[in-house]
């Protein structure tokens, strides 16, 4: 669970949206940053890719598991248990009428 602002911070997918209409490719490509049939594998810089070996991932601050983000603080069944952002630990909704369990 991760709020809007934060939401600003994760990471964009490799493939390109099939939506094309409101797809972040077309907006981009409008701009001219993008070309609409670009791969981006290929063009991007070699040294800003994902290595999850050289990544360090935070530990939870509650249960100390490791982290699904590189930036999160908190680990998903965490945040959706105590309604936080996993991010900032934000509250994001009232938990008092509901079962928030794992299982």
Request: one cysteine or more; aromatic letters at 6%.
């Amino acid at each position: 669970m991760v709020c809007d602002k934060c939401e600003k911070k994760l990471g964009v997918s490799v493939t390109q949206d099939t939506w094309k209409s409101g797809s972040r490719s077309t907006v981009a490509s409008d701009t001219g940053k993008q070309k609409l049939t670009e791969n981006k594998f290929l063009t991007r810089a070699k040294g800003n890719r994902f290595d999850p070996t050289k990544s360090n991932f935070k530990q939870c601050r509650i249960c100390r598991v490791a982290t699904h983000h590189p930036k999160a603080h908190y680990c998903q069944a965490c945040a959706y248990k105590k309604s936080i952002c996993c991010m900032c630990g934000k509250s994001l909704m009232s938990t008092k009428n509901y079962k928030m369990s794992s299982t």
